[in-house]
């Protein structure tokens, strides 16, 4: 059941709404070894009319349907945020490959369950964490790897935005929404990612009413390593990565969502004096199926395993604690495992 025709991946979609539409979807129609094969919606029109520019051959009226297809290798599953867990193992028990929108669920011990009954039937989860897949990422790896800006100290991380909508599930606490689950699940990604190993502590404020519309947070690492995050909907769109070394430091606007057709940028100053690092455009949606696949079909291990996606929710879930209680907490420990969970 893995290579539909020409040796694609067959795709199902869950939920065609804006990341899909607009970013995953023709990220898959693009990439070298997969294609949407199917749509599911609540309403068979909606998945029809998401299907059509893709030629998609099927189009469901349920998610079931999809799960049910035989020809569907993997799932790419863009549904609200607390779907996630709940789809994502009806997905496994099928048989079913998962590439899960951020976060992978809104609680640990639902991410904990998500990460054991994928191991369990032996399919791929990875938490579509899209800007890990970018060009300039690697850059960013390669520079610290290298010792250029020295031990790394202190990260600031920042994603925000003036959230408009009166509609979307971003503005109910029930369905997994407010900013913390929605842009600091980058920051927190971030953190864990520059500084290589899981924070011991954390502590977070929160200017809440209904959900947490903006959640600052600190992350304490071993070692004397901080990271200070904004997660914000009621701040001007701004994207920020710092990255603050004993020697130099990296400095990244637009630092997550950047678009296939964005030319972005690296600021990095270092003993020997400041350069400007250009990075031409790249699509990190396609870069990120593309190797979804790769990895799902055993070619190589997945950049980000499934273990990861649930350290982020661990620390999610820990700032949110922080948060209410006001006082700082400590990190769930991890259970390291293999690759792929395994
Ligand atoms: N990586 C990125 O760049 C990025 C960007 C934005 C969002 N995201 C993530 O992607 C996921 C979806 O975000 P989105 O902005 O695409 O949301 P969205 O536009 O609201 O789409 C979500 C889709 O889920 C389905 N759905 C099922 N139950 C629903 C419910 N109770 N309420 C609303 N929709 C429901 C809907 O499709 P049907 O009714 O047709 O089934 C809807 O179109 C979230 O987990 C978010 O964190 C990632």
Request: aromatic share 8%.
């Amino acid at each position: 059941m893995m290579a539909g025709a020409n040796g694609r991946f067959r795709w199902a979609v869950l939920g065609p709404g804006f990341v899909a539409t607009r970013a995953v979807m023709p990220a898959i129609a693009r990439s070298r070894n997969g294609a949407v094969y199917a749509v599911a919606s609540r309403d068979r029109a909606r998945a029809e009319a998401a299907a059509r520019p893709f030629d998609a051959p099927r189009a469901y009226g349920s998610y079931f349907e999809a799960l049910d297809d035989p020809s569907v290798d993997g799932i790419y599953l863009a549904l609200p945020n607390h779907l996630h867990a709940e789809w994502t193992m009806r997905a496994a028990r099928a048989g079913k490959h998962v590439l899960c929108e951020k976060p992978l669920a809104t609680r640990a011990g639902e991410a904990e369950a998500v990460v054991a009954a994928c191991r369990e039937q032996g399919v791929l989860l990875m938490e579509a964490v899209m800007y890990r897949f970018h060009p300039r990422s690697r850059r960013i790896e390669a520079i610290i790897g290298a010792g250029q800006i020295g031990e790394v100290r202190s990260i600031q991380a920042a994603f925000t935005f003036p959230l408009r909508s009166t509609t979307t599930y971003r503005l109910n606490e029930e369905e997994g929404g407010g900013a913390l689950l929605d842009v600091g699940s980058y920051g927190v990604n971030a953190a864990r990612w520059i500084a290589g190993r899981e924070p011991l502590r954390v502590s977070a404020f929160q200017r809440a009413n209904g959900i947490d519309w903006r959640t600052d947070g600190l992350l304490a690492f071993s070692a004397g390593l901080t990271a200070h995050l904004v997660a914000a909907f009621d701040a001007v769109e701004h994207q920020s990565l710092t990255i603050l070394g004993a020697d130099g430091e990296i400095s990244l606007r637009h630092a997550f969502t950047a678009w296939r057709q964005d030319e972005t940028t690296l600021h990095v100053r270092t003993a020997s004096g400041d350069s400007v690092l250009t990075f031409p455009p790249a699509d990190p949606y396609q870069l990120m199926v593309e190797q979804f696949v790769a990895a799902a079909r055993g070619e190589e291990p997945p950049l980000l395993p499934p273990e990861d996606g649930l350290k982020s929710v661990r620390v999610l879930d820990a700032l949110r604690r922080a948060a209410a209680s006001g006082q700082s907490v400590a990190v769930e420990r991890e259970v390291e495992r293999g690759p792929r969970g395994d």
